[in-house]
């Protein structure tokens, strides 16, 4: 009976020891699986096929967004500050795109893509106007072009001249910022259906850019 309590004890001295650092790693398992989440609660798909190359965003909720051509790049907003991976853009791009960089913002973020030639972009919503899911293509020919934004001009007072664009916006991100460029951009992001501007249009002080959804002005130059 002497032997019972001594093979028992061994056990019992060794198994809260085991099960402890064994409890530790399934809660930090669980802990690190909750911060990916966290941070990556967004996902970025790449596809390439002979129409050009697709990307699709996929977010958690409803998020208002913005695509605008600038020089020989193409940039997108998003009104979420979770982190987008763009390594399968640079994965399927190919000699598509000379560079791809993404920005953090003070309200959301920012995706950079520099194009090696000339592609024209579009970007739709696939996910019956709820803004979880964008997709921007780029390719030889238009693949899906935005309803047309107006621009409405005030000059009845010359000093207070301005414009007026109509849209409807239930969220929306004022990006701005200085990098990679001396002009400063103001962006406005909204939710789909997609409206951009298809031509730049030019003022005394400042410009539409064109866009493939939402509003990007930039300072004259």
Do not use: Y
Request: proline share 8%.
């Amino acid at each position: 009976m002497a032997a019972v309590p001594q093979s028992e004890s061994k056990p019992t001295e060794s198994k809260p020891t085991e099960a402890k650092p064994a409890e530790s790693k399934s809660a930090e398992t669980k802990s690190a699986e909750a911060g990916s989440l966290e941070t990556t609660g967004t996902t970025v798909e790449a596809v390439r096929d002979s129409d050009g190359l697709r990307l699709k965003f996929s977010f958690a909720g409803p998020t208002p967004a913005a695509s605008f051509r600038r020089g020989d790049a193409i940039w997108l907003v998003f009104d979420s500050k979770k982190s987008l991976d763009v390594e399968p853009i640079r994965a399927k791009a190919g000699t598509m795109i000379g560079d791809v960089s993404r920005f953090p913002l003070e309200k959301g973020q920012a995706i950079r893509i520099r194009l090696n030639r000339p592609l024209l972009h579009s970007l739709a919503s696939d996910d019956r106007g709820k803004g979880t899911a964008w997709t921007l293509a780029l390719a030889e020919k238009m693949q899906a072009p935005p309803q047309p934004l107006m621009v409405l001009r005030n000059i009845t007072d010359p000093a207070l001249a301005n414009i007026v664009v109509p849209l409807l916006i239930r969220a929306c991100c004022i990006a701005c910022w200085t990098r990679m460029s001396a002009t400063t951009l103001l962006v406005v992001t909204a939710p789909p259906p997609v409206r951009g501007f298809i031509k730049r249009q030019d003022f005394v002080d400042f410009a539409l850019l064109d866009s493939a959804h939402g509003i990007a002005l930039a300072r004259a130059e």
